[in-house]
């Protein structure tokens, strides 16, 4: 039985080759056997085995030449799809650090949709598409060609707006990270057979001999099953994810087919627009991804961000000092779980990545589930640092950033005097404003005795501070 690993969507030399989502896929020379040396074809998956890898991702948003589009755009639409793509790819220890976005006005490629002509584009202006996986999307509603289609082992991808939340975001990646489709090649004779006997040699002197050739044809994985691709036209039903009538390969072997293969993510949809069926990936699909990773650093070092990087927010500042906050506070990317949990002492700035030497406490001021909608709620609460549920090398803390600052002023608060000088019911309280409590003669102006200074903030927090008065304080 295969093991299925569920993908809940809340949704060496390399060449470069197109993928495209329509009935005949564009493979130009990726069909057949990979290069040698770097893929083990093992069909197990031990997360434990590959250390963290954080992918840059930026994308290029195709308007016309008034910034106008057919399928609105915004940040939080591509937000979404990043959040997708991490909740699918975090379980390979495989995440994506969200860099960006940026418009691009230009009637010609709003209406030619090429990839090429993208990259041409981005080129001849000098934007730099180096250092991240870039997604274009075009917001034009009208094409009637493939859902996207993407770069083989490669850092670019093109989306049609519309197509960009649904599974069509993480099979492009899916492809940048050497996936292939599951169908590949299922038309023609030198089709990937239905067997996975690796004890079935070919017999050459059998031009029908139904030989196990799972690592050398269709998409060299064992197992995901020979298939074809699961569209109305070969009788795929999308109310239930299966076959009304089951398939065969080029020689006739009907389909052996179990449910990893039928909802795979690298197989398609038509409408393209259905977000049904594609969910799953399988544990020898997970091993090529990352042996594609560490195969072709060329390709994939040059887009590599660090952990550290997801701690970082997409946007705004923090807040350091003076009497007026940023405008616009940090925001972090949806797509992770995150605890804020309580830390000290007095770091009016993040602390850096690496300085584990705050304390902190189990007690989260904030939690923000992955599958979190609201996005501007995924902020950085000051008092709390940081915990991602990111397992780190040799176990180290995963609890960093710490932020706390007390250089605003407080609202309000009050002054709480124990009349005998304990720490008992027997007290006198004084409420104080803004101005009252934040009046640098405060203490001063007190009588001798024992109290306790509470201040209160805009952002939920309170100070507490015992002091004793005495004659000379």
Same mark, same amino acid.
């Given at each position: 039985?295969?093991?299925?690993?569920?993908?809940?969507?809340?949704?060496?030399?390399?060449?470069? =080759?197109?993928?495209?989502?329509?009935?005949?896929?564009?493979?130009? &020379?990726?069909?057949?056997?990979?290069?040698? +040396?770097?893929?083990?074809?093992? !069909?197990?998956?031990?997360?434990?085995? *590959?250390?963290?890898?954080?992918?840059?991702?930026?994308?290029?948003?195709?308007?016309?030449? %008034?910034?106008?589009?057919?399928?609105?755009?915004?940040?939080?639409?591509?937000?979404?799809?990043?959040?997708?793509?991490?909740?699918?790819?975090?379980?390979?220890?495989?995440?994506?650090?969200?860099?960006?976005?940026?418009?691009?006005?230009?009637?010609?490629?709003?209406?030619?949709?090429?990839?090429?002509?993208?990259?041409? *584009?981005?080129?001849?202006?000098?934007?730099?598409?180096?250092?991240?996986?870039?997604?274009?999307?075009?917001?034009?509603?009208?094409?009637?060609?493939?859902?996207?289609?993407?770069? @083989?082992?490669?850092?670019?991808?093109?989306?049609?707006?519309?197509?960009? #939340?649904?599974?069509?975001?993480?099979?492009?990646?899916?492809?940048?990270?050497?996936?292939?489709?599951?169908?590949?090649?299922? &038309?023609?004779?030198?089709?990937?057979?239905?067997?996975?006997?690796?004890?079935?040699?070919?017999?050459?002197? %059998?031009? @029908?001999?139904?030989?196990?050739?799972?690592? #050398?044809?269709?998409?060299?994985?064992?197992?995901?099953?020979?298939?074809?691709?699961?569209?109305?036209?070969?009788?795929?039903?999308?109310?239930? $994810?299966?076959?009304?009538?089951?398939?065969?390969? $080029?020689?006739? !072997?009907?389909?052996?087919?179990?449910?990893?293969?039928?909802?795979?993510?690298?197989?398609?949809?038509?409408?393209?627009?259905?977000?049904?069926?594609?969910?799953?990936? #399988?544990?020898?699909?997970? =091993?090529?991804?990352?042996?594609?990773?560490?195969?072709?650093?060329? =390709?994939?070092?040059?887009?590599?961000?660090?952990?550290?990087?997801?701690?970082?927010?997409?946007?705004?500042?923090?807040?350091?000092?003076?009497?007026?906050?940023?405008?616009?506070?940090?925001?972090?990317?949806?797509?992770?779980? *995150?605890?804020?949990?309580?830390?000290?002492?007095?770091?009016?700035?993040?602390?850096?990545?690496?300085?584990?030497?705050?304390? /902190?406490?189990?007690?989260?001021?904030?939690?923000?589930?992955?599958?979190?909608?609201? /996005?501007?709620?995924?902020?950085?609460?000051?008092?709390?640092?940081?915990?991602?549920?990111?397992?780190?090398?040799?176990?180290?803390?995963?609890?960093?950033? $710490? *932020?706390?600052?007390?250089?605003?002023?407080?609202? +309000? +608060?009050? =002054? #709480?005097?124990?009349?005998?000088?304990?720490?008992?019911?027997?007290?006198?309280?004084?409420?104080? %404003?803004?101005?009252?409590?934040?009046?640098?003669?405060?203490?001063?102006?007190?009588?001798?005795?024992? /109290?306790?200074?509470?201040?209160?903030?805009?952002?939920?927090?309170?100070?507490? !501070?015992?002091?004793?008065? &005495?004659?000379?304080?």
């Amino acid at each position: 039985m295969k093991k299925i690993i569920f993908l809940l969507l809340f949704i060496a030399t390399n060449s470069f =080759v197109i993928f495209a989502q329509s009935l005949e896929c564009i493979t130009d &020379g990726n069909d057949g056997p990979d290069p040698p +040396g770097i893929y083990t074809y093992s !069909t197990a998956f031990n997360e434990d085995l *590959y250390a963290p890898v954080v992918f840059n991702i930026f994308y290029w948003v195709i308007r016309r030449d %008034d910034g106008t589009t057919d399928f609105p755009i915004d940040e939080n639409y591509i937000l979404e799809a990043v959040a997708n793509l991490n909740i699918t790819f975090n379980e390979l220890n495989v995440f994506f650090k969200y860099k960006g976005f940026e418009n691009l006005d230009n009637d010609d490629l709003y209406a030619t949709i090429s990839l090429s002509d993208a990259k041409t *584009y981005l080129s001849d202006n000098n934007y730099n598409t180096d250092n991240s996986l870039n997604v274009v999307v075009n917001g034009n509603m009208y094409y009637q060609g493939g859902g996207g289609f993407a770069d @083989y082992i490669g850092n670019f991808n093109y989306m049609y707006a519309e197509y960009l #939340t649904i599974y069509q975001m993480q099979h492009e990646i899916g492809h940048n990270l050497g996936l292939k489709h599951t169908f590949q090649d299922y &038309g023609n004779s030198a089709c990937e057979h239905v067997t996975r006997d690796p004890n079935d040699i070919d017999d050459p002197n %059998d031009p @029908y001999d139904t030989y196990f050739n799972a690592t #050398t044809a269709g998409d060299n994985v064992v197992d995901t099953a020979a298939i074809n691709s699961t569209v109305p036209g070969h009788d795929f039903n999308y109310s239930n $994810c299966t076959y009304d009538i089951n398939g065969s390969d $080029c020689q006739d !072997t009907p389909f052996d087919l179990n449910q990893v293969d039928l909802e795979n993510l690298m197989n398609i949809n038509i409408p393209r627009d259905l977000n049904l069926c594609r969910i799953l990936m #399988t544990p020898g699909q997970m =091993v090529r991804i990352r042996e594609t990773i560490e195969g072709y650093p060329n =390709v994939f070092t040059l887009v590599s961000g660090t952990i550290a990087d997801l701690y970082e927010p997409y946007s705004g500042e923090y807040y350091l000092a003076g009497p007026l906050l940023p405008e616009h506070r940090p925001l972090f990317q949806p797509g992770f779980n *995150y605890r804020f949990v309580e830390c000290c002492c007095n770091y009016p700035q993040p602390t850096d990545f690496n300085n584990t030497s705050f304390s /902190y406490t189990n007690n989260a001021i904030l939690t923000i589930s992955k599958f979190e909608t609201d /996005y501007n709620s995924i902020m950085h609460p000051n008092h709390s640092a940081i915990q991602l549920d990111i397992e780190f090398p040799n176990n180290e803390q995963n609890v960093r950033k $710490c *932020y706390d600052n007390w250089n605003k002023a407080a609202l +309000g +608060g009050s =002054v #709480t005097k124990f009349n005998d000088n304990l720490i008992n019911t027997n007290i006198t309280i004084t409420p104080k %404003d803004s101005l009252g409590i934040n009046n640098p003669n405060l203490i001063n102006g007190l009588q001798q005795g024992l /109290y306790k200074i509470e201040k209160n903030f805009d952002d939920g927090s309170s100070q507490e !501070t015992i002091i004793f008065k &005495g004659n000379n304080n």
